[in-house]
């Protein structure tokens, strides 16, 4: 079955940089693109970037654009959230999501979510 | 503030039906754009719970069902359950914003 393990996440200063990833397995990586999501404390879900399927193509989020960066790596099945110049509205459990279809990136929903790792920002 | 707006919670008993609606703009759910939800437990990451307006993938009950219209969305529960007190958020995309946008959730309480 899908499984998406989500890793990286801790206590962080503001202004510092932190490395996500999120590993995948029960599907195959190279024909989907993949999602990083992130959800404050008592808040909805917050869309942050999506990468396509061969990477050439990526999307972000206003708030975190110039910022962060998504990346996916092929031989590890791994998409990653490079987050840099972190601030403390960023704090929030960050969950890798996988689209539902597959191919190019359309406006559509998520079937699989990891179980998300958790980033907060605070001196 | 999230960009769909939905009710902070709503209640009912046990057996009874409960909707949670879902209101956007001419820039997402009023645009061609469709609504799916999720449901939420403790501690959990966020399910599918319906797709495409009024789709639920294999093994989510009957009980659940969606509609839209217009700008606005509504997810229903019939025949609620213990089991159902969870957070549910409704979710679309914006081309204004060219963003996957979700609401601030509905919390559902059985009574």
Redesign the interface.
Known sequence: QVQLVESGGGVVQPGKSLRLACVTSGFTFTTYGM?W?RQAPG?????VA?ISNDGRNK?Y??SVKGRFTISRDKSDNAVYLEMTSLRPEDSAMY?CAKP?SFGSIV??????????TLVTVSS | Q?VLT?PPSVSGALGQRVTISCTGSSSNIGAI??V?W?QQLPG?????LI??NDNR?SGVPDRFSGSKSGTAASLAITGLQGEDEAQY?C???DRT?????????TKVTVL
Not at chain 1, 43 to 47: D, H, T
Not at chain 2, 97 to 105: C, K, P, R, T
Request: no cysteine; aromatic share 26%; proline share 8%.
């Open positions: 999602h999501v808040k909805g879900p917050e869309w999506v999307y989020a206003d969950f539902s406006p559509e929903w998520f079937d699989t979510w990891g179980q998300g | 999230s939905q754009y469709d799916h999720y959990k990451a966020p399910k599918l797709y495409g993938p958020y979710q679309s995309y914003l060219s963003a996957w946008v979700f609401g601030g959730g």
